[in-house]
């Protein structure tokens, strides 16, 4: 990585560790963060006090092309934890439904006699505990009491755009509120330069700036810059968090530290976010010293155009990561057309990082189409497969179908389509696991293989999709085994042999989901996925 600063450890000229409590030539150095040496354990047990507080396996670091970013300082394995951290803050999303301000409870179907309107503000909260959170009374109703006379919000099915200002709100009254936290809310990255250019800036200024300046009197605290300023933080840092009962809606989280890991369409890491905002951050592939811990702040599953699109406008800045750089991306074909000439080859971009003007070529016919034409094909498909309600297993699978000749197999709008099916043959009503086919159970099996294929490229290793896809895997595998066996098609070594099988893919979804948060659907799919392989490894030895 060019131009990227770190701080080396103190070594002497030739290269060689010296102990940190007697500077002796050492013989072993930190596990928990490969800087420090010593020459003994009892040095290392001595030091210990000092060096726990900067025991970490990680550094920040400056870089030219990325600014700052975090670096391995250690190899780090699989499923190791990088680092734990507690969000500064936490607010709605831009956007949003009308949602409670403190525990984010979507109010949609809340009945008005059932909700609790603030006294001091009138914001509707889904209860009066919520209302009284410190959060909110000791800070920012104050503020929104401005808005009293002049605001009600009635209509819970609409979003308003009062609850744009929350979050920024809520960051910016840490300064006076909690200035310990202010201090890494406003190191953050806020793009002004680059945001004061696009459209967005104009809706700041009118829903956020003079809302805050003019409706709640706020020009005296803070400035136009530095209203901006906590809503760029906010685009470019904020995490999304997906509370209980707070439906569909995903709130956002600031975690200062999270926010220095670059972007990459691959990902090295997972992050978890429990019910208390606590993001715990692990590998998800081997870190090897000295390489960035990578976050990826796209969706991993959408195709290049898409990724980059998202990032040049929520983040501001252009990926060339090697996926993106790549018109096969990384040989998933995410993105690719299938070639109506010579109908064997695929159609791919030849600069895909020039995603307006490329041309696409096929593969095995040299046969073109301009990006104009093959955007305008893709955008089209986008719409039909969005107006695919969340349940219609028919319209995803008549999707698939109809679309078979005109994208390759992986198409993003295809592994989509295989995601919600993945799921819905054996938990949808009409599709319960027990009542399904031989012919459905194979098809969610194949369904589930052909996402693992792309999901092992481009969300690898230990990654929510590849554990949850598992663990929807080894459910109709089991059935197919149980049904075969008992209508006696296979002996009862295959049958064996077909349960080694599920107990193998169940481990690894277990391994993997056992990192979540027990209180999250896939945290419960964990604890399911423990107890289901422990029946079955019952099961093999009483074989
Ligand atoms: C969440 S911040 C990361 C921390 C940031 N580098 C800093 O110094 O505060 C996101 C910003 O980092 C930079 N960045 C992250 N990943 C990048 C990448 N792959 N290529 C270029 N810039 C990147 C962009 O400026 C982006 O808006």
Same mark, same amino acid.
């Given at each position: 990585m060019s131009g990227m600063k770190m701080n080396r450890p103190e070594s002497p000229a030739n290269g060689s560790k010296v102990c940190a409590v007697c500077r002796a030539k050492a013989s072993q150095i930190c596990g928990g963060c490969g800087e420090i040496a010593y020459c003994a354990k009892e040095h290392q047990k001595q030091h210990w006090p000092i060096h726990k507080t900067q025991c970490k396996p990680y550094k920040i670091v400056f870089d030219e092309k990325f600014g700052r970013c975090m670096v391995a300082s250690k190899n780090i394995k699989p499923g190791e934890i990088i680092f734990r951290e507690k969000a500064i803050m936490t607010g709605p999303k831009q956007g949003c439904l009308p949602c409670c301000l403190t525990c984010y409870t979507s109010l949609e179907n809340v009945e008005e006699a059932s909700l609790f309107r603030c006294p001091g503000c009138n914001f509707p909260f889904c209860q009066e505990k919520c209302a009284k959170n410190s959060v909110h009374s000791e800070a920012e109703c104050s503020v929104l009491s401005k808005t009293k006379s002049r605001? $009600?919000?009635?209509?819970? $099915?609409k979003s308003h755009p009062v609850y744009q200002c929350i979050s920024p709100l809520r960051g910016l009254l840490l300064k006076t509120t909690q200035p310990k936290l202010f201090e890494p809310f406003k190191g953050l990255e806020d793009h002004n330069n680059l945001r004061r250019k696009t459209e967005f800036w104009g809706v700041y200024q009118v829903n956020v700036v003079e809302f805050l300046h003019k409706v709640c009197e706020l020009s005296d605290q803070f400035t136009e810059e530095e209203i901006h300023s906590a809503c760029g933080a906010l685009d470019v840092n904020a995490y999304e968090i997906r509370p209980p009962n707070s439906g569909q809606q995903r709130v956002l989280g600031v975690f200062p530290l999270a926010s220095m890991m670059s972007h990459n369409c691959v990902s090295n890491m997972n992050h978890v976010i429990d019910g208390n905002y606590q993001m715990t951050v692990r590998a998800s592939v081997p870190i090897m010293r000295g390489e960035q811990v990578f976050s990826s702040y796209a969706l991993a599953l959408e195709g290049t155009r898409e990724r980059r699109a998202l990032l040049r406008q929520s983040k501001l800045f252009e990926c060339d990561c090697a996926r993106c750089s790549d018109p096969t991306e990384c040989s998933t074909y995410l993105s690719a057309l299938r070639c109506q000439k010579c109908s064997t080859g695929f159609v791919l971009p030849i600069r895909p990082l020039e995603e307006k003007e490329t041309p696409w070529r096929c593969s095995q016919c040299s046969y073109k189409l301009t990006a104009v034409v093959v955007n305008r094909v893709v955008d089209k498909l986008k719409e039909e497969f969005e107006a695919i309600g969340p349940n219609e297993v028919e319209k995803f699978e008549e999707f698939l179908k109809r679309h078979a000749t005109l994208v390759h197999p992986n198409h993003f709008l295809f592994t989509s389509a295989r995601q919600s099916l993945s799921q819905l043959y054996g938990r949808d009503e009409r599709f319960l696991l027990n009542s399904l086919t031989m012919e459905q159970l194979e098809r969610k099996i194949s369904i589930c293989q052909q996402l693992l294929s792309v999901a092992n490229i481009v969300e690898p290793g230990l990654t929510r999709i590849r554990g949850v896809t598992l663990y929807e895997m080894h459910a109709p595998m089991l059935l197919m085994a149980r049904r075969t066996f008992e209508a006696g098609q296979c002996t009862s070594a295959e049958f064996k042999e077909k349960i080694e099988a599920v107990r193998s893919i169940l481990a690894e979804a277990t391994r993997i989901l056992s990192l979540e948060d027990p209180a999250s659907t896939e945290g419960a799919m964990g604890t399911a996925a423990v107890q289901a392989l422990d029946q079955i490894q019952r099961w093999i030895s009483s074989m």
């Amino acid at each position: 990585m060019s131009g990227m600063k770190m701080n080396r450890p103190e070594s002497p000229a030739n290269g060689s560790k010296v102990c940190a409590v007697c500077r002796a030539k050492a013989s072993q150095i930190c596990g928990g963060c490969g800087e420090i040496a010593y020459c003994a354990k009892e040095h290392q047990k001595q030091h210990w006090p000092i060096h726990k507080t900067q025991c970490k396996p990680y550094k920040i670091v400056f870089d030219e092309k990325f600014g700052r970013c975090m670096v391995a300082s250690k190899n780090i394995k699989p499923g190791e934890i990088i680092f734990r951290e507690k969000a500064i803050m936490t607010g709605p999303k831009q956007g949003c439904l009308p949602c409670c301000l403190t525990c984010y409870t979507s109010l949609e179907n809340v009945e008005e006699a059932s909700l609790f309107r603030c006294p001091g503000c009138n914001f509707p909260f889904c209860q009066e505990k919520c209302a009284k959170n410190s959060v909110h009374s000791e800070a920012e109703c104050s503020v929104l009491s401005k808005t009293k006379s002049r605001i $009600t919000i009635n209509d819970m $099915t609409k979003s308003h755009p009062v609850y744009q200002c929350i979050s920024p709100l809520r960051g910016l009254l840490l300064k006076t509120t909690q200035p310990k936290l202010f201090e890494p809310f406003k190191g953050l990255e806020d793009h002004n330069n680059l945001r004061r250019k696009t459209e967005f800036w104009g809706v700041y200024q009118v829903n956020v700036v003079e809302f805050l300046h003019k409706v709640c009197e706020l020009s005296d605290q803070f400035t136009e810059e530095e209203i901006h300023s906590a809503c760029g933080a906010l685009d470019v840092n904020a995490y999304e968090i997906r509370p209980p009962n707070s439906g569909q809606q995903r709130v956002l989280g600031v975690f200062p530290l999270a926010s220095m890991m670059s972007h990459n369409c691959v990902s090295n890491m997972n992050h978890v976010i429990d019910g208390n905002y606590q993001m715990t951050v692990r590998a998800s592939v081997p870190i090897m010293r000295g390489e960035q811990v990578f976050s990826s702040y796209a969706l991993a599953l959408e195709g290049t155009r898409e990724r980059r699109a998202l990032l040049r406008q929520s983040k501001l800045f252009e990926c060339d990561c090697a996926r993106c750089s790549d018109p096969t991306e990384c040989s998933t074909y995410l993105s690719a057309l299938r070639c109506q000439k010579c109908s064997t080859g695929f159609v791919l971009p030849i600069r895909p990082l020039e995603e307006k003007e490329t041309p696409w070529r096929c593969s095995q016919c040299s046969y073109k189409l301009t990006a104009v034409v093959v955007n305008r094909v893709v955008d089209k498909l986008k719409e039909e497969f969005e107006a695919i309600g969340p349940n219609e297993v028919e319209k995803f699978e008549e999707f698939l179908k109809r679309h078979a000749t005109l994208v390759h197999p992986n198409h993003f709008l295809f592994t989509s389509a295989r995601q919600s099916l993945s799921q819905l043959y054996g938990r949808d009503e009409r599709f319960l696991l027990n009542s399904l086919t031989m012919e459905q159970l194979e098809r969610k099996i194949s369904i589930c293989q052909q996402l693992l294929s792309v999901a092992n490229i481009v969300e690898p290793g230990l990654t929510r999709i590849r554990g949850v896809t598992l663990y929807e895997m080894h459910a109709p595998m089991l059935l197919m085994a149980r049904r075969t066996f008992e209508a006696g098609q296979c002996t009862s070594a295959e049958f064996k042999e077909k349960i080694e099988a599920v107990r193998s893919i169940l481990a690894e979804a277990t391994r993997i989901l056992s990192l979540e948060d027990p209180a999250s659907t896939e945290g419960a799919m964990g604890t399911a996925a423990v107890q289901a392989l422990d029946q079955i490894q019952r099961w093999i030895s009483s074989m």
